[in-house]
């Protein structure tokens, strides 16, 4: 079983950065993807982007050039890091580990990122 505890969430201002991490406790596989999510106040959880074991990463088009997903496969951690934040990324962000086919599927619990002046 793989437990994952998301921390660096808070409330920032438009402009700001914030850094996001996460720690996955239990083996993870080599070919385990991890991702971002988000879900926005009364939205869908909605994909922020994902990072291969041999560092390939895929963001939205939403945040391409502000975030970057950087991994670290010996300490089992994944980092997102949000630069020039707009009032549109406040969302509750999720740490996501997964397989190719889902099989593999863990969810961490959240950690709140709210953007405001």
């Known amino acids: 079983q793989v437990v994952l505890v998301e921390s660096g969430g808070g409330l920032v201002q438009p402009g700001d950065s914030l850094r996001l991490s996460c720690a996955a406790s239990?083996?993870?596989?080599?070919?385990?993807?991890m991702g971002w999510y988000r879900q926005p106040p009364g939205k869908k959880r909605e994909l922020v982007g994902t990072i291969t074991s041999d560092g390939t990463t895929t963001y939205a088009s939403s945040v391409k050039g502000r975030f970057t997903i950087s991994r670290d496969n010996a300490k089992n951690t994944v980092s997102l890091q949000m630069n020039s934040l707009k009032p549109e990324d406040t969302a509750v962000y999720y740490c996501?580990?997964?397989?190719?086919?889902?099989?593999?599927?863990?969810w961490g619990q959240g950690t709140q990122v709210t953007v405001s002046s």
């Open positions: 239990g083996r993870l596989d080599s070919g385990t993807i």
């Open positions: 996501n580990a997964f397989s190719n086919t889902r099989i593999i599927d863990y």
